[in-house]
């Protein structure tokens, strides 16, 4: 007998990692569309790029994380260890360089 529901807990957090997948696609694209037009060169359009990749990553590896979950809680008996926190520090280490990248800009726009 097995006391997993499989619609509950890991389906919220796939969710919100979309969620936050969908978010910083939709600030990529903004950047994308801004930042060349504002600064004036082309070159400030990788940033929009880069963040797109890392959102499709970010997408991919939700559905990967939840069916990991599923696998693992619906085992009966020994049902061994969760997904480690890849994703989550994967993602504090973008938002640290998105940060840090938007304070370069802003020192050297001010020099």
Do not use: K
Request: a positive charge; zero cysteines; aromatic letters at 8%.
């Amino acid at each position: 007998m097995t006391l997993f529901d499989p619609g509950l807990q890991p389906e919220r957090t796939e969710l919100a990692w979309r969620r936050t997948a969908l978010a910083l696609g939709a600030g990529s694209l903004v950047a994308f569309r801004l930042l060349p037009a504002t600064f004036g060169n082309p070159v400030w359009a990788f940033g929009g790029v880069a963040g797109l990749a890392v959102a499709a990553g970010f997408w991919i590896a939700a559905r990967q994380r939840y069916s990991a979950v599923n696998a693992v809680l619906s085992r009966d008996g020994d049902r061994g260890m969760l997904p480690g926190a890849l994703p989550i520090a994967a993602l504090a280490t973008v938002v640290l360089l998105i940060g840090l990248s938007s304070l370069a800009v802003v020192i050297i726009g001010a020099a």
